[in-house]
């Protein structure tokens, strides 16, 4: 059914139009493609050999930051965010970390309901961090796993 792999560069341009289409607020292409300069971890969901969904995270230290992830619209509630959480997961304890930490918009129910899913748990509330046109509060959430 779905197929996990690493992020190659040449399916960047793909995964940011992903992104343009799912993120209320999505990064902008420098931001995107600068992220994966830095050495960003980011793995890819695909069906029948085309791209449904990424997922981009870093590990410092022994923590594992969760920055993106979207499926496309059509595949969402299918399983391949799951899959797609399920193997950053895997791959940030192979990295050695022990606790993973996501922001979430506060208004998205949907998102916050699939975290909990994982046993993320809330920590915080950081106020006014999303901006421009649709503006919200960060739920701040973490999942121990080491």
């Not at 699939?114 to 046993?119: G, T």
């Amino acid at each position: 059914m779905f197929k996990i792999s690493l992020t190659d560069s040449s399916e960047l341009e793909k995964l940011y139009e992903i992104e343009k289409n799912t993120n209320p607020s999505p990064w902008s292409k420098k931001n995107f493609y600068s992220s994966f300069e830095v050495g960003h971890k980011s793995l890819v969901c695909k069906k029948d050999k085309k791209i449904i969904g990424f997922i981009i995270f870093s590990i410092v230290n022994r923590e594992c930051h969760l920055l993106s992830i979207a499926v496309v619209r059509k595949f969402q509630r299918s399983g391949a965010g799951t899959i797609l959480i399920e193997s950053m997961i895997r791959q940030s304890k192979v990295l050695g970390a022990k606790k993973i930490f996501l922001e979430v918009r506060s208004k998205n129910k949907k998102a916050i309901s699939f975290y909990k899913k994982f046993n993320f748990e809330t920590d915080a509330i950081r106020a006014n961090y999303y901006t421009g046109k649709t503006p919200d509060d960060a739920i701040l959430m973490s999942l121990n796993i080491g």
